[in-house]
C-alpha cells in the first residue's frame, strides 16, 4: 500500500506564497507522474500542475506564471511552490500520484492525498 502526506497549506494574503510538499511512501517501485489538483467548495476537482517522470511538466492556465511544479524522485515527494497567490486560488489542495508500480512487472496504481487547505484572504 502506498501513502501520501501532503504538508504546507495553510492561510496567505492576497500576492503571498506557500510551498506545498507531498511525500509517497510505502512499497514503490517507480511512479510515473505526480501531481497537484484542488477542489473549492461547489466545484469539481481541477487539474492544478502535474510532472511527469521524465520531467515534462503542465500547468493549468490559471497558475501559469505563478505556481511551479517540481519533484524529486528519489525522494517520491513532490512541491508546489505558489506565488502571487489570488482569493480563487483558496481551495482544498490534493496530491496525486498516478501509474504507481511496486515492481517492475505490477499493474499500475494510482493514490491521492488527504488534501490540505489553501486560504488566500484578499
Known amino acids: 500500500q502506498v501513502q501520501l502526506v501532503e504538508s504546507g497549506g495553510g492561510l496567505a494574503q492576497a500576492g503571498g506564497s506557500l510551498r506545498l510538499s507531498c511525500a509517497a511512501s510505502g512499497s514503490i517501485f517507480s511512479i510515473n507522474s505526480m501531481g497537484w489538483y484542488r477542489q473549492a467548495p461547489g466545484n469539481q476537482r481541477e487539474l492544478v500542475a502535474v510532472?511527469?517522470?521524465?520531467?515534462?511538466?503542465n500547468y493549468a492556465d490559471s497558475v501559469k506564471g505563478r505556481f511551479t511544479i517540481s519533484r524529486d524522485n528519489a525522494k517520491n515527494t513532490v512541491y508546489l511552490e505558489m506565488n502571487n497567490l489570488k482569493p480563487e486560488d483558496t481551495a482544498v489542495y490534493y496530491c496525486n500520484a498516478d501509474g504507481v508500480y511496486y515492481s517492475r512487472s505490477s499493474y499500475p496504481k494510482a493514490y491521492w492525498g488527504q488534501g490540505t487547505q489553501v486560504t488566500v484572504s484578499s
Open positions: 510532472v511527469i517522470s521524465g520531467g515534462n511538466r
